[in-house]
C-alpha cells in the first residue's frame, strides 16, 4: 500500500503535466456546456498535479485524498463526452472508452483509501 500512493501521485502529476504539454487532447473531450475550454484543461492540470503533491507527503495526504476524490468525480462527465463522441462517430477506439468509466470509480476507491 505504501508504494500505491505513489504509483498514483505519479499517474496525477503526469496527467497534468500532459494538459499543457497536449491541451488539445483534453479541450477535445470537454463537454459544450462548460465554458473557457482551454483554461478549464489548465485548471484541471494545476488541480491534479497539485493532488499528486499533495498525496506524497504524510501531512498533506489526507487533503490530497479528498481533493482526488473530487477531482475525479469533477472530471467523469468528460470521460463520458469522450465516450459518446467516440460512439457517434463509429470510433475503433470507443469501448476503450466505455471500459475508461468504471476505471474512474476505480480511481475514486483508490484515492479514498488515502484519506486517513
Do not use: D
Request: include cysteine; aromatic fraction near 18%.
Amino acid at each position: 500500500m505504501a508504494y500505491s500512493k505513489f504509483i498514483l501521485s505519479f499517474l496525477l502529476i503526469s496527467a497534468g503535466i500532459l494538459h499543457f504539454v497536449k491541451p488539445n487532447i483534453f479541450i477535445k473531450i470537454m463537454p459544450a456546456y462548460i465554458p473557457f475550454h482551454l483554461q478549464m484543461v489548465y485548471i484541471s492540470g494545476i488541480a491534479e498535479i497539485l493532488c499528486g503533491l499533495l498525496l506524497i507527503f504524510p501531512g498533506t495526504q489526507k487533503i490530497g485524498a479528498w481533493l482526488s476524490i473530487f477531482l475525479f468525480i469533477a472530471v467523469f462527465p468528460a470521460n463520458i463526452e469522450m465516450a459518446r463522441k467516440f460512439y457517434e462517430v463509429h470510433h475503433k477506439y470507443f469501448w476503450l472508452t466505455v471500459a475508461r468509466l468504471p476505471l474512474q470509480v476505480g480511481l475514486i476507491w483508490w484515492a479514498y483509501q488515502f484519506r486517513k
